[in-house]
């Protein structure tokens, strides 16, 4: 354990995309730090039941106005807002469609999660962390739709930094590297495509969810009271290589 148990206690966190991969480790990281999370997202798929009973599960739909607005208004005090819902559909998203999807969900979902539940931190004088990604950096020719997204988070999260100061809401993102979920599984299982990542990637290993959820709970501590707008990559050196 690299942090108090009771680091949290007391604290309501939210956390979109909190039922499966990178969000569902950063739920079960606040609640073991003693927070009652708020998982919210899709249905759990082939997960093991949660060990903590502080976690309770929401299915909610970023992309609708109303569920998100009924969403908040359910919700009392608000701590933490952790935005990790996303989705990647590469080749597809150079169909419009498909692309104004991605950004829907990545980008216009977490800017409707974080002015709907600003009141709530700002009563709390809460914090919010942004999930953005290397390529909030540079390009995915692959990915036009993600690509944008996550550069728009990078912005965003620079934008709400400024504007809720006032409300004494801090605001910052991590920028995930390579991770190992199931969503890099058939990236990891070939060679030739794993190889040139290992040999980029100066810790050369695959990061873990663990490892970006321990960066999100740093950013939600009041070790980082006095940091807003940062995008924190984590990524095991490989954007200085």
Same mark, same amino acid.
């Given at each position: 354990? %690299?942090f108090?148990t009771?680091?949290?206690?007391?604290?309501?966190a =939210?956390v &979109?995309?909190?039922?499966?991969?990178?969000g569902?480790?950063? /739920?079960?990281?606040?609640?073991?730090?003693?927070?009652?999370?708020y998982?919210?997202?899709?249905? /759990?798929t082939?997960?093991?039941?949660?060990r903590?009973?502080?976690?309770?599960?929401v299915?909610?739909? =970023?992309?609708?106005?109303?569920?998100?607005?009924a969403?908040?208004? %359910?919700?009392g005090?608000?701590?933490?807002?952790v935005?990790?819902?996303?989705?990647?559909?590469?080749?597809e998203?150079?169909?419009?469609?498909?692309?104004?999807?991605?950004?829907?969900?990545?980008?216009?979902?977490?800017m @409707?999660?974080c002015?709907?539940?600003?009141p709530a931190? /700002?009563?709390?004088?809460?914090?919010? $962390?942004?999930?953005?990604?290397m390529?909030?950096?540079?390009?995915?020719?692959?990915?036009?739709?993600?690509?944008?997204?996550?550069?728009?988070?990078a912005?965003?999260?620079?934008?709400?930094?400024? /504007?809720?100061?006032?409300?004494?809401?801090?605001v910052?993102a =991590?920028?995930?590297g390579?991770?190992? &979920?199931?969503?890099?599984?058939?990236?990891?299982?070939?060679?030739? @495509?794993? @190889?040139?990542i290992?040999?980029?990637?100066?810790?050369? @290993?695959?990061?873990?969810?663990?490892?970006v959820?321990?960066?999100v709970?740093?950013l939600?501590?009041?070790?980082?009271?006095?940091?807003?707008? $940062?995008?924190?990559p984590v990524?095991?050196g490989?954007?200085?290589t």
């Amino acid at each position: 354990m %690299s942090f108090k148990t009771d680091l949290f206690a007391g604290k309501i966190a =939210v956390v &979109t995309g909190g039922t499966q991969g990178i969000g569902r480790a950063i /739920a079960a990281e606040l609640a073991g730090l003693g927070a009652q999370v708020y998982a919210a997202g899709l249905p /759990a798929t082939g997960e093991e039941a949660w060990r903590h009973a502080t976690v309770k599960e929401v299915i909610l739909d =970023v992309t609708s106005d109303e569920d998100v607005r009924a969403f908040a208004q %359910s919700l009392g005090n608000v701590d933490i807002l952790v935005n990790c819902a996303g989705i990647i559909a590469r080749v597809e998203e150079f169909k419009l469609p498909v692309f104004e999807r991605v950004i829907d969900v990545n980008l216009v979902g977490s800017m @409707r999660l974080c002015e709907a539940l600003r009141p709530a931190l /700002a009563q709390s004088g809460g914090c919010i $962390v942004n999930m953005a990604s290397m390529l909030s950096f540079f390009g995915g020719g692959l990915v036009p739709g993600y690509s944008a997204s996550k550069g728009g988070i990078a912005q965003l999260t620079k934008s709400l930094a400024i /504007a809720y100061a006032a409300d004494s809401i801090r605001v910052n993102a =991590v920028a995930p590297g390579w991770i190992a &979920t199931p969503l890099t599984e058939a990236l990891q299982n070939d060679e030739s @495509r794993a @190889r040139p990542i290992l040999d980029r990637t100066p810790l050369k @290993r695959w990061g873990t969810p663990q490892d970006v959820a321990r960066a999100v709970v740093f950013l939600c501590s009041d070790a980082s009271s006095f940091m807003t707008g $940062v995008i924190m990559p984590v990524d095991g050196g490989y954007m200085v290589t």
